[in-house]
T-cell receptor, first 116, second 114 residues
Framework: NAGVMQNPRHLVRRRGQEARLRCSPMKGHSHVYWYRQLPEEGLKFMVYLQKENIIDESGMPKERFSAEFPKEGPSILRIQQVVRGDSAAYFC?????WGSGANVLTFGAGSRLTVL | GDSVTQMEGPVTLSEEACLTINCTYTATGYPSLFWYVQYPGEGLQLLLKATKADDKGSNKGFEATYRKETTSFHLEKGSVQVSDSAVYFCALSLPANTGNQFYFGTGTSLTVIP
């Protein structure tokens, strides 16, 4: 039973390019969370999604960042016109359906974005 | 609002020393509490959890007790090993209308030296 799969593991972009990070949740999990971890800092919540629905995006920057979790396929975190300050590790986590009794987050290994 | 505050690091200990990492929380409801561990270059892994007051979570020699009266969930280990060197995150989970929201502390870096 594969865990949370994130790709790419490492991504290098030049300033102004777009970055797309993908996350496939654990089998049977219906909720996806995205977090950002800056060097030497803690974990910052960005967005929380169900299939085809954004539940909470209070941690997402208002510009350049967007996230989706389509009916088919992985969740995608998209960063347009990247800047050096976007360099960070981006972690995806998934959890089972609401009410299933198991409210544990399972994390992926992360995608490390470097902006040159 | 709902939040987690944990002890600032970094923490450096000698092998076989005792470890305590403090964690306190603020929550409007009845949270579940967690400790996650992050080894270098990896994602977070669940270390232990407790879902109600007075529950004790334990795993790999680590323990934490859910103390409602002091709103705390301190992580303890009696004898640390070099392999315990990692960043430790305290977290809480609260139910919301459509799912659970999770709140993480800032992480405490632990280095164990031989």
């Amino acid at each position: 039973n594969a865990g949370v799969m994130q790709n790419p593991r490492h991504l290098v972009r030049r300033r102004g390019q777009e970055a797309r990070l993908r996350c496939s949740p654990m089998k049977g999990h219906s909720h996806v969370y995205w977090y950002r971890q800056l060097p030497e800092e803690g974990l910052k919540f960005m967005v929380y999604l169900q299939k085809e629905n954004i539940i909470d995006e209070s941690g997402m920057p208002k510009e350049r960042f967007s996230a989706e979790f389509p009916k088919e396929g992985p969740s995608i975190l998209r960063i347009q016109q990247v800047v050096r300050g976007d360099s960070a590790a981006y972690f995806c986590a998934s959890s089972p359906p609401w009410g299933s009794g198991a409210n544990v987050l399972t994390f992926g290994a992360g995608s490390r974005l470097t902006v040159l | 609002g709902d939040s987690v505050t944990q002890m600032e690091g970094p923490v450096t200990l000698s092998e076989e020393a005792c470890l305590t990492i403090n964690c306190t929380y603020t929550a409007t409801g009845y949270p579940s509490l967690f400790w996650y561990v992050q080894y270098p270059g990896e994602g977070l892994q669940l270390l232990l959890k407790a879902t109600k007051a007075d529950d004790k979570g334990s795993n790999k020699g680590f323990e934490a007790t859910y103390r409602k009266e002091t709103t705390s969930f301190h992580l303890e280990k009696g004898s640390v090993q070099v392999s315990d060197s990692a960043v430790y995150f305290c977290a809480l989970s609260l139910p919301a209308n459509t799912g659970n929201q999770f709140y993480f502390g800032t992480g405490t870096s632990l280095t164990v030296i031989p």
